[in-house]
């Protein structure tokens, strides 16, 4: 992957540009790990971080990553794939994450299970213990998406007690949404030791 191609152009919007304002160390590194349920928006949110075009997605089969170096950050975007047979997977991933981003689809409504479920077992992952996390309630620009505070109700997620949290209404497919979740994301970052 060409760090200085692509994925430049993410210094100039989204995230770098709110991790500039932060008062870096040498070298700091930012690692945060995208997950939810198939086709619920991930790689399209991602993409829409890092300005590419986003009219040609599909399914990942294992994962994305987009790596850039700016203003003394090292930022980290792993976006796991879904699919019911990688999920086992996603363990693999978790060991120094400093922010979870969780994806939902709010407008699949017969999946609000299925993801609650994927969800509380992420939060009860030691390896992911008090880590922040912000949980985009993707697609709403869709008419029968669900708004992102019911669908905190419907998770529960007001129960979390052991760490930050936010839901984050937003849509990858138009952007909408996505400078808020991230500068939630700034303001909540934790670092970990390395």
């Known amino acids: 992957m060409d760090s200085r191609g692509r994925c430049m152009c993410m210094c ?21 790990l995208l997950l939810g349920l198939d086709n619920a928006g991930k790689t399209t949110l991602l993409k829409q971080l890092a300005a590419e ?8 089969q294992g994962f994305n990553i987009k790596s850039v170096q700016s ?4 930022l980290n975007v792993w976006d796991i794939g879904g699919q019911r047979k990688i999920r086992p997977y996603w363990k693999n991933y978790f060991e120094n994450t400093d922010v979870l981003i969780y994806v939902i689809d709010s407008s699949d409504r017969k999946r609000f299970e299925e993801t ?34 019911e669908l905190a109700e419907c998770l529960s997620l007001h129960t979390i007690r052991d760490r930050m949290w936010q839901v984050q209404a937003c849509s990858a497919a ?8 991230m500068t939630w994301v700034c303001r909540n970052i934790r670092f970990r030791k390395r």
Do not use: Y
């Open 12 to 32: 100039e919007k989204g995230l770098l540009s709110i991790l500039r304002r932060l008062k870096p160390t040498p070298d700091q590194e930012v690692r945060l």
């Open 53 to 60: 075009d986003i009219s040609h997605i599909t399914p990942t």
């Open 71 to 74: 203003s003394g950050f090292k």
């Open 116 to 149: 609650g479920l994927e969800l509380a077992d992420l939060l009860e992952e030691e390896t992911l213990a008090a880590v922040p996390l912000l949980v985009f309630a993707n697609k709403q620009d869709l008419m029968t998406a669900t708004p992102a505070s």
């Open 174 to 181: 138009t952007a909408e949404g996505l400078q808020d979740g």
